[in-house]
């Protein structure tokens, strides 16, 4: 019987620590959708040399974005001290996300610059304009 009573203990606390851990599974899985598509972003344009290219980068990463916007407009409303206090079980996660996120803006000054010397280029221009709109979104 003390057995038992041990194994069921055992599994309570194993249950709620679970449970602990997937409390925040959907904000995890939408912060880390973002991370990685600011990462790739990040990488892609540092790598892009030609219009075509970042073009081409804007548009996947506004497609990426545009679908997740809901959601992260949602989440910023419901918990927005996670900017500077997140819950300890997604501390690693706000880390990584910060991280892209700055991985980002290091990529703006390189964009405007293409953007301005290739001003009568239609793709780009057109792929920056959905991607000002979409961010404006956020």
């Given at each position: 019987?003390?057995?038992?009573?041990?194994?069921?203990?055992?599994?309570?606390?194993?249950?709620l620590a679970g449970?602990?851990?997937?409390?925040?599974?959907?904000?995890?899985?939408?912060?880390?959708?973002?991370?990685?598509?600011?990462?790739?972003?990040?990488?892609?344009?540092?790598?892009?040399?030609?219009?075509?290219?970042?073009?081409?980068?804007?548009?996947?990463?506004?497609?990426?974005?545009?679908?997740?916007?809901?959601?992260?407009?949602?989440?910023?409303?419901?918990?927005?001290?996670?900017?500077?206090?997140?819950?300890?079980?997604?501390?690693?996660?706000?880390?990584?996300?910060?991280?892209?996120?700055?991985?980002?803006?290091?990529?703006?000054?390189?964009?405007?610059?293409?953007?301005?010397?290739?001003?009568?280029?239609?793709?780009?221009?057109?792929?920056?304009?959905?991607?000002?709109?979409?961010?404006?979104?956020?």
């Amino acid at each position: 019987m003390r057995t038992f009573q041990i194994l069921a203990i055992g599994l309570i606390v194993m249950l709620l620590a679970g449970c602990g851990a997937a409390k925040f599974a959907e904000e995890k899985t939408l912060l880390t959708a973002v991370t990685k598509a600011m990462e790739t972003f990040t990488s892609a344009i540092n790598a892009a040399d030609a219009p075509p290219a970042i073009a081409s980068a804007l548009g996947a990463f506004t497609g990426q974005i545009e679908e997740l916007v809901p959601a992260m407009k949602k989440l910023t409303e419901e918990h927005p001290e996670w900017e500077t206090d997140p819950p300890d079980e997604l501390k690693d996660t706000m880390e990584k996300f910060k991280s892209a996120a700055t991985g980002l803006q290091g990529t703006m000054p390189k964009l405007m610059q293409m953007a301005n010397e290739h001003a009568d280029n239609e793709e780009l221009q057109g792929a920056l304009r959905k991607f000002q709109e979409v961010m404006s979104g956020l």
